[in-house]
């Protein structure tokens, strides 16, 4: 038969004519993209698309400077279009149009390369498997509402204490003898602390990153362990500045300038994911040493990893009753593993991103300075020294207006998606289903619809529901519906208690107040350097 169908082939093929149809089938497929493009429903503004990519500037560096232009450009109806990765996508720019968009599911329509980074069934954030993600989402949020309950708490903020204590300290190291200012990059310091915090709360054990990081710049030596703490960091900052990579699609993964940053991503989360099973087995190892001495699990607080272990088994603190029988059954490693991914890379860099972002606005704002600065001495009777509670966090309400208003001028988490697996009527037209909308949230929550003078830095107006609620979808810290973040107590207990901390042991000035946000956007927004002044309160009043 093949031999049948070769004599079809002229004997005389010259390069030239391989050539002219190679020309010929891309000329066909141009041809069939645009006319696609031209002849697509409901067409809306939108920059141009380039065949099998869509946008350049998806691979470039910021994304979210990009969809800020487009936002002025395209986004004054609240709604326009963009090909991104090849697909077709809604980008939503109005907050009238995001109720019905944030009752959906799937975050994400699974063409590209979710699958070959094993993201597409594990964890929640890129959990396409609804099913899965279910069985993740009810065992993590319970979980992780365990460790913000007021009996888990106070042993967090203590932890937390600390900590602080231990990095302040190594902060003091770094000063220069006749100082009275240590100059340093807050994200750095801020990424470790958060990462140590984190391991502690899933592990019950530090990853002591931030003892690594100070060794690393007095250029001490280093032993095993703190190399691979610095590596663990590493891995983190990777894939959280590179995970657009992960939505390419198949089609054009080999690309020569694809290929090596699909392939070095790829590299790094398996290194990654490998770390965290082994942080996974050797917990389940030591719980199966308590089982065999009859610990108590029900009487103890147990850090997260115990928890998402013992959830289902006959160990259970929290049995739940009447639990739908497919949510009923313990976690596999894997799926653990898949959950402390989602802990350690969404969790803490967004956290780490929102206290650098409260810095600089803070330090730009000398007068939010003096109202932060005052609520926190008269929340601690002016001693620099008494721990931070739970109880202490919920009389700051002018710290979480000043959180608030930072992630509304700068989100960390600026293009929100869902996928549709049905169809549907949004921003007034009827969608077929397998659309992919992008919530726009930096440029909702900066439009001067919805807040007065957005370019101002004014923590006030989180006080006033009415600026809020003029519509109450302008600003969605947290997002919402069946998506809403379930770090989201833990984020604002962390964020209150950096915040004092650090404000009541130094005064924090940038080092160039000129100088803008250094911030890149992959999926969200992380700070590249921040770079600061720290002066030694106690220094600066014996000066
Ligand atoms: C200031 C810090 C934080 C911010 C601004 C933030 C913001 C967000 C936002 C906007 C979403 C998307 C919600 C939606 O689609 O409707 C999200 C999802 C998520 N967040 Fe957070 N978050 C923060 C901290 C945390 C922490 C501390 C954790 C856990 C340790 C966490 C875990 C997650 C997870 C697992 C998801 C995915 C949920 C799902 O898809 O079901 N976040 N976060």
Excluded at 279 to 294: F, G, H, L, P, T
Excluded at 517 to 536: A, G, H, M, Q, R
Aim: aromatic share 12%; proline share 5%.
């Amino acid at each position: 038969m093949k031999m049948g169908l070769l004599h079809l082939i002229p004997n005389e093929l010259k390069p030239t004519d391989i050539f002219v149809a190679f020309l010929f089938i891309i000329f066909l497929y141009i041809f069939h993209f645009y006319y696609k493009h031209f002849t697509r429903i409901n067409p809306l503004p939108g920059p141009l698309p380039i065949p099998l990519i869509g946008s350049f500037e998806i691979f470039k560096g910021d994304i979210d400077a990009w969809f800020y232009r487009l936002d002025k450009e395209y986004g004054r109806n609240g709604v326009y279009e963009l090909t991104i990765a090849g697909k077709r996508q809604i980008v939503i720019t109005h907050a009238e149009h995001i109720e019905s968009i944030l009752k959906h599911v799937t975050r994400t329509a699974n063409d590209g390369l979710l699958d070959l980074f094993d993201l597409d069934n594990k964890g929640l954030a890129l959990n396409h498997d609804y099913n899965r993600w279910k069985f993740n989402r009810r065992i993590f949020s319970q979980a992780i509402t365990a460790l913000t309950s007021s009996t888990y708490s106070p042993k967090l903020s203590k932890i937390e204490n600390i900590l602080f204590e231990e990095m302040s300290n190594y902060w003091i190291g770094l000063k220069q003898k006749d100082e009275n200012v240590i100059i340093m990059d807050m994200t750095a310091w801020a990424r470790r602390f958060i990462c140590d915090f984190t391991s502690f709360l899933t592990t019950g054990k530090r990853t002591n990153t931030i003892n690594s990081y100070y060794r690393k710049l007095k250029n001490e030596v280093m032993t095993k362990e703190m190399i691979g703490s610095e590596e663990f960091i590493e891995n983190i900052k990777v894939f959280v500045s590179d995970n657009q990579f992960t939505f390419v699609p198949k089609l054009i993964k080999d690309l020569p300038f694809i290929k090596n940053r699909v392939k070095s991503l790829l590299d790094n989360n398996h290194f990654f994911y490998k770390r965290l099973e082994e942080i996974v087995r050797r917990k389940r190892k030591e719980i199966e040493k308590n089982i065999n001495s009859d610990y108590d699990f029900k009487s103890k607080q147990l850090d997260l990893l115990t928890s998402l272990i013992l959830t289902n088994t006959p160990y259970d603190p929290q049995p739940q009753k009447n639990v739908d029988p497919s949510l009923s059954r313990p976690m596999t490693d894997a799926e653990i593993r898949g959950v402390l991914f989602d802990a350690f890379v969404i969790g803490a860099d967004t956290t780490v991103n929102t206290f650098c972002f409260v810095l600089y606005y803070v330090s730009h704002n000398p007068n939010v300075k003096k109202k932060l600065l005052e609520e926190i001495k008269s929340v601690f009777n002016d001693d620099p020294n008494k721990q931070v509670t739970i109880d202490d966090l919920e009389k700051l309400k002018y710290c979480e207006a000043v959180i608030k208003e930072s992630v509304r001028i700068r989100p960390t988490v600026s293009l929100n998606t869902r996928y549709f697996d049905q169809s549907e009527e949004i921003a007034g037209y009827k969608w077929p289903k397998d659309m992919i909308f992008i919530m726009y949230s930096r440029g909702i929550s900066n439009n001067p619809l919805y807040f007065k003078d957005p370019e101002k830095f004014i923590p006030e107006r989180h006080y006033e529901p009415q600026e809020i609620e003029k519509h109450h979808n302008s600003f969605l810290m947290f997002g919402k519906g069946p998506r809403l973040c379930p770090g989201r107590k833990l984020a604002m207990v962390e964020l209150k208690t950096l915040i004092t901390l650090v404000y009541r042991k130094f005064d924090v000035e940038l080092v160039d107040m000129q100088a803008p946000l250094n911030v890149e956007t992959s999926t969200f927004t992380f700070c590249k350097e921040l770079n600061i002044k720290l002066i030694p309160r106690e220094l600066k009043t014996n000066s």
